[in-house]
């Protein structure tokens, strides 16, 4: 039976160069969403605080994120969101930077493109 090698220097320097910020970044996002939905569904797991703290540190590293990734990100984390109001009842919840509040059209939903073209009319004696 043979024991494992430790990797060279060299294997060790190859591995470092190959290893990119983004994906680190988007793979611990990933986790800390993936996390905060655990918190929040699983009963023998259920944490509302360490949920909320995974939310707040994805949300936190969001500016960071590629933009070919930042739409999936901010998809997954607002199902988080939705389901951590869900589960703890909590009504103060923040919007995402560049997300409408509660209440306001989506962007791209019917609603908000007839808000769009509603403004757009013109009313005699406006």
């Given at each position: 039976?043979?024991?494992?090698?430790?990797?060279?220097?060299?294997?060790?320097?190859?591995?470092?160069?190959?290893?990119?910020?983004?994906?680190?970044?988007?793979?611990?996002?990933?986790?800390?969403?993936?996390l905060a939905?655990?918190?929040?569904?699983?009963?023998?797991?259920?944490?509302?605080?360490?949920?909320k703290k995974?939310?707040d540190a994805?949300?936190?590293?969001?500016?960071?994120?590629?933009?070919?990734?930042?739409?999936?990100?901010?998809?997954?984390?607002?199902?988080?969101?939705?389901?951590?109001?869900?589960?703890?009842?909590?009504?103060?919840?923040?919007?995402?930077?560049?997300?409408?509040?509660?209440?306001?059209?989506?962007?791209?939903?019917?609603?908000?493109?007839?808000?769009?073209?509603?403004?757009?009319?013109?009313?005699?004696?406006?």
């Amino acid at each position: 039976m043979s024991t494992p090698q430790e990797p060279t220097e060299e294997q060790l320097l190859e591995a470092l160069r190959r290893v990119k910020v983004d994906d680190v970044l988007l793979q611990t996002m990933a986790t800390l969403v993936n996390l905060a939905g655990q918190k929040l569904s699983i009963p023998e797991a259920k944490d509302p605080a360490e949920a909320k703290k995974a939310i707040d540190a994805a949300r936190a590293m969001l500016p960071l994120a590629p933009e070919e990734a930042a739409g999936q990100i901010k998809d997954a984390l607002s199902q988080v969101q939705m389901l951590y109001v869900r589960e703890t009842g909590a009504a103060g919840v923040e919007p995402q930077p560049g997300e409408p509040a509660a209440g306001e059209p989506q962007p791209g939903s019917d609603e908000a493109e007839r808000a769009k073209a509603r403004s757009k009319i013109w009313i005699p004696g406006s």
